[in-house]
């Protein structure tokens, strides 16, 4: 008489088996490809500006009101992914995108946008760039009250093989070899993450706080669900590489925003005009 523990383990087992093998199913039957404008799932999308966050993700921690200007670097010691995954260099932008759609913060500009702006004004002193109605000028810029800084260590975890491994003790999967095969295709990816804001007058790091995310990435077949077997081009947003990287980042940020309410306000400088405010000059 079979132990009624093995019986109901068999049971769940078969179940499982049945899902994987029709989710493989249905993926080999889609053959019809197209773009869909929006169509991804990362965790960090939508945009920020004049009109406040538009699409942002719904589980954004937000402020009131902003509480300083901000500047985003990179990490001197750069960020530690494990394995070659062609991600984007930096995750600063992400970074930069959440902040901005919070609203805890007014974001400026320590990278390529900086660099174009020095450009531009090079340009007017050696006389390339009309002189009547130039709005480039020196003393302009708005200076950075706090840095954020981001720091990434990403990690992948292999649970397929001691998954398969535990199915093959099991009678009635044990002859359902192909299952065992399936189960041992998926992997488990997780990341965890920091965020270090320092105020830039007193140079006191003033909050900090870590983010972590996992997902699983089922490889079927050689059919990844957003994994490494994708096309060319992988980035944040098409990879379960890059949107656990995204998501823990999100975890951060929502941590680190319940530390900004508690700042004092600093003396902000004029807001962006808007067409709702009724000037569209600088």
Known sequence: ????????????????????????????GCGKKGTELGGGSSEITGSAGPAGAHNENKALVKCDAPVATLALVENPNGYTVAGSYNLPSSPVPLVRLLAQQSGCFRVVDRAAGLRGTIQEQQLKDSGVLRKQGNTVEKGKGYEAQYTLTPSLTFSEQDAGRSLGGLLAHIPVVRDLGALIGVVEQIKFKEAQVALLLTDNETTEQVSAATGAARTTDLGLGGLAFGGAGAAGGLGWSNTNEGKVIAAAFLDAHNKLVVQARELQAKELPPPVPTRRGGDTKS
């Open 1 to 28: 008489m079979p132990l009624p523990g093995r019986s109901i383990l068999s049971s769940r087992a078969i179940v499982t088996g049945l899902l994987l093998v029709s989710a493989v199913g249905g993926l080999s």
